[in-house]
């Protein structure tokens, strides 16, 4: 199946910094890559998604980019508020429709 | 609909009997997916159902592990034997997809059936 890697494994920043995650897949014929954020004790949710026809896409403080000759997709989360503390997970779809996590990111927004 | 529904939340269980969790998808999704998580990991494919078929099971699943979706709506995922191992929290997903290469639907997760195996 997929191997998608993930790292940093941690993060901290400074509140009002950007934060940076970066993923990388093996499938090539991976076509979707969706972010998961997951706080303490609860479900992971959707914070952004891109498509592989499509090399960047943004949402108000998040942008994603993908760079599907290298195989590699980040996540961008610009003026960080002590709200975004949580752990990120990237995923890629694979063609056969099955969706495979990286191993997360604890990020932490320092005040 | 409130979206996706697991039951029991919280089960724990000694080692050697056998558990069942139930998933409740969001109505209109034809695909469900299960996933274990544990502790500072993130979640681990098991297996994938498009309506009723049962498409692809991961090499973590066992032959003590099994899981049905018998009328293409809610789905079990049952554990025989329970070993100390299988603690995790097992996560439940759902979501729709026409089959075209850039129609994937977003994954809607439930809350998780917490496995505690003493």
């Known amino acids: 199946g997929e191997n998608v890697e993930q790292h940093p494994s941690t993060l901290s920043v400074q509140e009002g910094d950007s934060a940076v995650i970066k993923c990388t897949y093996s499938d090539s014929a991976s076509n979707y890559f969706p972010w998961y954020k997951q706080e303490l004790g609860k479900r992971p949710q959707l914070i952004i998604d891109?498509?592989?026809?499509?090399g960047e896409k943004k949402d108000q403080r998040i942008a994603v980019t993908l760079n599907k000759t290298a195989k590699h997709f980040s996540l961008h989360i610009t003026e960080t508020q002590p709200e975004d503390s949580a752990v990120y997970f990237c995923a890629a779809l694979t063609g056969a429709n099955n969706l495979f996590f990286g191993t997360g990111t604890r990020l932490t927004v320092i005040p | 609909d409130t979206g996706v529904s697991q039951d029991p939340r919280h089960k724990i269980t000694k080692r050697g009997q056998n558990v069942t969790f139930r998933c409740d998808p969001i109505?209109?999704?034809?695909?469900l997916y299960w996933y274990r998580q544990t502790l500072g990991q993130g979640p681990e494919f098991l297996t994938y159902?498009?309506?009723?078929?049962?498409?692809?099971k991961s090499r973590l699943l066992s032959d003590r592990f099994s899981a049905e979706r018998p009328k293409g709506s809610f789905s079990t995922l049952e554990i025989q034997r329970t070993e100390q191992g299988d603690s995790a929290m097992y996560l439940c997903?759902?979501?729709f997809g026409t089959g075209g290469r850039y129609s994937a639907g977003e994954l809607f997760f439930g809350e998780g059936s917490r496995l505690t195996v003493l």
């Open positions: 891109i498509r592989s026809n499509v």
């Open positions: 997903a759902s979501s």
């Open positions: 159902f498009q309506n009723e078929a049962q498409l692809e």
């Open positions: 109505s209109e999704h034809n695909r």
